[in-house]
């Protein structure tokens, strides 16, 4: 109101200007964060929050954790970019040690999720027409409806949301969409031509949707009896979020190839990375794909903290303890009348807000105002996914003020 507690608040101010200067393709919420450490944000104003979204899982080890920053300044200090016209001396190790962190042979790194996605697409057609003996340009790859692998144009030409999709066509052909957690849809969609069944092990924008006991497992024997590829998106449900190292681990299950992204940057800088057997990703020839950032020093080196901080396992069994914990609570709250459904596995929890409760947004606006950050999705649903390194009295906290915005 006055001046004086404009320049003490400047987060009206922030967010005009990011109005006036910025597309308008997301809606965040009217808070402007300045800092962060662990699982808590803070704000222009000095007003602090609980991160229950870890950024969408890139922040499993929380915000400045210590290890990360160390080696990302480290790394700062020595070479932080060659191309891949040269070699580096972190990129054997980072290869290396993805491979064997997965249980397969080779990495191929690139940056962004969406471009993993991209190069698991051009990975499964080579494959396709190199090894499995595809006619050309008739290759086909199966994908579950509501997913989401990213925003480019090849990726969302296989979305089934109109926002994805709507005033982006013409869209790339060869990809054929069925539902969800139905094996028998799935294995009719499977033909002669198909190289590769590209699924969310987890679908986590879909609304945290965990598929039907038996599913992962029952795509895992259909796609090696057909020989074809099975991908599995873990670029959020992996790196620990499950309470194990991949979700698919879930149901005693390896896919033949894992796409990697978020979490494996440690919240610092973008990391990608299509990891798979040689035979597979042994299709790729010089000049046949690339990207100038992609498995540069500076991605390697912090990606292989995030590595060893997975090879122990004990951040895996902290989510997995903890998320047996968010769960129990969640599920205390389905049938009181403000939740109508909890899903989830370890912490990852989608929650559906019952429409009277208001929407989502409505529900994350009041956390907001009670000091805790979630997202919500598909007008109804809020997603719960604190960084792994949250405490146990920090999320019961957060639990509290969802419950007092839940009236529950
Ligand atoms: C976030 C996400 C992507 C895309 O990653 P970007 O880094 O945003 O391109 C792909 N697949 C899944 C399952 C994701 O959650």
């Not at 890139?58 to 920053?69: K, P, Q």
């Not at 024997?221 to 790196?239: H, K, M, P, Y």
């Not at 559906?352 to 606006?365: F, K, L, N, Y």
């Amino acid at each position: 109101m006055t001046t004086a507690h404009t320049s003490a608040d400047p987060t009206a101010a922030l967010i005009a200007a990011t109005e006036e200067h910025s597309a308008h393709n997301y809606h965040p919420l009217p808070v402007v964060v300045a800092s962060a450490e662990g699982a808590w944000m803070t704000d222009v104003a000095g007003r602090r929050y609980l991160d229950l979204l870890a950024g969408y899982s890139a922040l499993n080890f929380g915000h400045g954790n210590r290890r990360l920053i160390d080696a990302a300044k480290a790394q700062l200090d020595r070479v932080t970019l060659t191309s891949r016209a040269f070699h580096h001396d972190r990129f054997a190790e980072f290869c290396a040690r993805l491979a064997e962190l997965c249980g397969m042979e080779m990495v191929l790194p690139m940056n962004t999720g969406a471009e993993a996605v991209e190069t698991a697409v051009k990975t499964a057609r080579k494959w396709g027409y190199r090894v499995k003996g595809v006619p050309d340009g008739q290759a086909r790859i199966v994908v579950a409806a509501d997913n989401f692998h990213g925003r480019t144009t090849t990726v969302i030409s296989f979305s089934t949301d109109p926002e994805a999709r709507a005033d982006y066509g013409p869209y790339t052909p060869g990809f054929d969409i069925v539902p969800y957690g139905d094996l028998a849809a799935l294995e009719a969609a499977v033909g002669d031509t198909t190289v590769a069944v590209l699924l969310e092990p987890i679908q986590g924008e879909a609304g945290v949707l965990v598929p039907p006991p038996g599913y992962l497992a029952g795509v895992r024997e259909l796609t090696r009896a057909r020989n074809v590829l099975f991908v599995a998106d873990e670029i959020q449900s992996g790196l620990g979020r499950t309470g194990r190292t991949f979700a698919c681990e879930h149901e005693g299950v390896v896919p033949d190839v894992y796409l990697l992204g978020k979490a494996l940057g440690g919240g610092v800088v973008p990391v990608s990375a299509v990891v798979s057997s040689a035979e597979v990703l042994g299709v790729f020839r010089p000049g046949e794909h690339g990207s100038t950032f992609g498995g540069n020093p500076l991605a390697c080196a912090v990606a292989l903290e995030v590595i060893a901080m997975l090879r122990g396992g004990e951040i895996q069994q902290r989510a997995a303890e903890l998320g047996e914990h968010l769960h129990h609570e969640l599920n205390l709250l389905v049938g009181g009348g403000a939740v109508e459904a909890v899903r989830g596995r370890g912490l990852w929890a989608g929650v559906d807000i019952a429409p009277a409760h208001g929407t989502g947004r409505e529900i994350s606006e009041r956390l907001m105002e009670r000091g805790v950050l979630v997202k919500d999705t598909h007008g109804s649903t809020i997603r719960i996914a604190p960084p792994l390194v949250v405490s146990k009295e920090d999320l019961d906290w957060g639990l509290d003020q969802l419950r007092a915005v839940l009236g529950a």
